[in-house]
């Protein structure tokens, strides 16, 4: 998936657009919950700097994941632990090819959910009180 089609799906989605925080790296993107907090970044990144071979640039994608799942899907091909970012708390998915379009999406939505997530028990909490 490229990552421009996951910028028109968060538009279409969530009403997100990127933002491009560092003019350093002017290709790298936040994505930003309507509450202020990232949810996904999107960045170029040279290869080796993932741990993986060769020096060519890859796109990623890091995403907030359930703790509980983290180390199982680090274990697949295509997911590693979350480049720059708390690796109990996020992931990084190669937008390569090597993941498929619906698990990539099935990532962003969760990602989007967990950040959510805190709003959502206070609603629950103050409804049963």
Known sequence: MKKEEIFEYVKKQYGTVPEYLWAQSPDN????????????????????K????????????DVKCDPDMTNMIIQTYGFLPGYHMNKQHWITILLDGSVSEAKTLDFLDMSYDLIDGAGRKEENVSGLQ
């Not at 993107?29 to 080796?48: C, D, F, I, P, Q």
């Not at 993932?50 to 994608?61: A, H, N, Q, T, Y």
């Open 29 to 48: 993107a936040v994505l930003r919950h309507k509450n202020g907090k990232w949810y996904a970044v999107v960045m170029t990144v040279e290869k080796s």
């Open 50 to 61: 993932l741990g993986l071979e060769g020096k060519d640039p890859v796109d990623i994608m």
